[in-house]
């Protein structure tokens, strides 16, 4: 019975590889490469810009097809485990179109999934619904379910599958500002005058901004990092990062799961 686990471990190792070829890629293109910020004046000087200078783009369509890829085996090795949960009482099971591993943050969408955990032992469908997110109560030993890396990982899935796939940008990963303007008025915090973009860095984004009533002189610095990042609901994650943790989170919850196959 232990052969059931086989193809998800087979996902699950494929998604390490795939992941540290990703990483290498990264790594060597932040190291061959830097992204520069030129600042702009308007002709009345009433306004300054940061603008990222031209740079050679990285291979973000090919990374983003790869982190889609690394998603969609994830999920569906939780797919196919719960489907291996249920040949253990029947093989083949007598409905398998309707198993699957369902992630839920509400008890009343848990509930409604039930029926597709039915063929399993009840002892397994039990340990699928206190892995759910909707158990995270906020409390510092549960977290919150905003937190939750399995309802990450089933939003990313659904979003690369049925809507947008995963997106990989360059974002800015910390951004420092150090400078004094010739105009009192002006404060980095007052968001009246000073607009900070945190947008995808691609050549000409405009990143940081000063609005004046009066011509402005800047000085100072401004250090700052970049990333690779993957956006979800305009929240960048850092894209090595959250692909770790949800390989890493993916894989302890598999592992609950083995006893029943000894």
């Known amino acids: 019975m232990k052969s059931y686990l086989e193809p998800i471990d087979i996902k699950i190792n494929k998604s390490k590889n795939l992941l540290n070829e990703i990483k290498k890629s990264i790594y060597e293109w932040i190291s061959l490469n830097e992204i520069h910020l030129k600042h702009f004046y308007s002709d009345d000087k009433l306004a300054f810009q940061l603008i990222v200078e031209s740079f050679i783009p990285p291979p973000l369509d090919e990374w983003s097809l790869n982190i889609g890829i690394i998603i969609n085996l994830l999920r569906s090795a939780l797919d196919n485990l719960a489907f291996a949960l249920s040949r253990l009482k029947t093989d083949p099971p007598i409905k398998p179109k309707q198993i699957y591993f369902p992630i839920c943050d509400t008890l009343k969408k848990f509930n409604e999934a039930k029926k597709y955990m039915s063929q399993m032992d009840k002892s397994a469908s039990q340990l699928i619904e206190a892995l759910q997110p909707f158990q995270r109560d906020g409390s510092p030993e549960n977290g919150t379910i905003d937190s939750d890396l ?36 002006i404060d980095i915090t007052e ?61 302890l919850v598999i592992a609950q799961f083995r006893r029943f196959f000894n």
């Not at 309802?151 to 004094?180: G, M, R, V, W």
């Not at 995808?200 to 011509?215: D, F, Q, R, T, Y």
């Open 150 to 185: 399995l309802l990450l990982l089933q939003k990313l899935n659904n979003y690369d599958k049925h809507q947008i796939p995963c997106t990989a940008e360059i974002t800015l990963d910390n951004f420092n500002c150090n400078f004094s303007t010739n105009v009192e008025n």
């Open 191 to 251: 968001k009246g005058n000073t607009i900070i973009n945190n947008v995808p860095l691609k050549n000409g984004a405009i990143i940081l901004e000063l609005h004046s009533k009066s011509p402005l002189e800047v000085h100072g610095n401004f250090n700052y990092k970049y990333t690779i990042s993957v956006i979800v609901d305009n929240k960048p994650y850092e894209a090595i990062d959250i692909l770790e943790r949800l390989g890493y989170y993916t894989e």
